[in-house]
């Protein structure tokens, strides 16, 4: 997000993380960011508010949070929000999701949505300037987290969380959140209060296993980890946390019964203001990525 407005031209940028010295944040403070050094943990609103300190505008996030009893997504969304409101930001983008207990009645549990889009509400009643910015599903998901498995016969099994024909909505986190957010604060009334899906490409989980075979030329079939038997069969380790594997299953129930995006959300903007958002398959060929484990956190 920070290189797309330093490549612009148009803003001095300061990011936020815990290792000044990691090699993301090195590549940054190269391109004349500014580095302030902050853990993006509950408990650090006074780290949060000075850091913030001095900006017309922060895009804000919470990390990769496993659920947990005391929604901790919440807290540090809400500490986020406040620190930037006791600096004077004026603009505040938001990462969020859809309110999964509200769109259904609280017949599916994803407190990874729910708790972002609680988020949302909050920030809604500060007096500043907000938009929030819907990222789809993560291509990148399936290098970190639900890694394919090859066979003794050398193909590889490609287990998602997905069925094999409905088509879902899909991102690189990466490279379309700058410009979502670039947009964003080129034009801050435009959207003000706007909720806006982030999407590279829609696709289906059997045309992500058809793509990559057909861009890496190996040998792979799609199998579904839909439900919390198959998910514990195709990935056993997580069956070391039963909140997470409730959510996943929640998850994935939820996008599937209701839609991942409220309907009345713009699924073409994105494309529109972005259109050279990586498709998966451009994803596949800019990365590299023949099914091998891949983290892109430093």
């Not at 009643?125 to 907000?130: A, F, I, M, N, Q």
């Amino acid at each position: 997000m920070a290189s797309a407005l330093l490549a612009s031209g148009r803003y001095r940028v300061r990011a936020l993380g815990r290792n000044a010295v990691s090699a993301p944040m090195l590549r940054l403070a190269e391109r004349g960011a500014e580095i302030a050094v902050v853990p993006l943990e509950l408990g650090h609103r006074v780290e949060f508010t000075a850091a913030f300190r001095g900006a017309q505008g922060a895009y804000l996030m919470t990390p990769p949070t496993n659920p947990a009893p005391d929604q901790p997504e919440l807290a540090l969304g809400r500490e986020l929000a406040d620190a930037a409101h006791a600096a004077g930001v004026q603009h505040v983008v938001w990462s969020g999701l859809e309110n999964v207990e509200a769109r259904t009645a609280s017949t599916k549990w994803a407190p990874h949505f729910t708790e972002k889009a609680m988020v949302e509400d909050y920030i809604r009643t500060l007096p500043l300037r907000s938009t929030f910015l819907y990222l789809a599903f993560y291509y990148s998901n399936l290098l970190e987290y639900y890694v394919p498995q090859q066979g003794v016969d050398g193909s590889l099994t490609i287990a998602m969380y997905l069925p094999a024909d409905v088509p879902m909505p899909f991102v690189d986190p990466l490279t379309a959140t700058g410009p979502a957010a670039l947009e964003v604060f080129d034009h801050p009334e435009k959207y003000a209060g706007q909720a806006l899906p982030v999407i590279g490409e829609i696709l289906t989980a059997r045309q992500i296993v058809e793509t990559f075979a057909a861009v890496t030329g190996k040998r792979a079939h799609y199998a579904p980890a839909c439900t919390r038997e198959a998910l514990l069969h195709h990935f056993p380790e997580l069956g070391t946390d039963e909140l997470l594997v409730r959510e996943l299953v929640g998850m994935a129930e939820y996008a599937v019964e209701f839609g991942y995006y409220a309907p009345e959300r713009d699924l073409a903007w994105s494309r529109k203001i972005d259109p050279q958002a990586l498709t998966w398959r451009q994803f596949l060929v800019q990365s590299g990525w023949r099914g091998n484990m891949m983290s892109y956190r430093e």
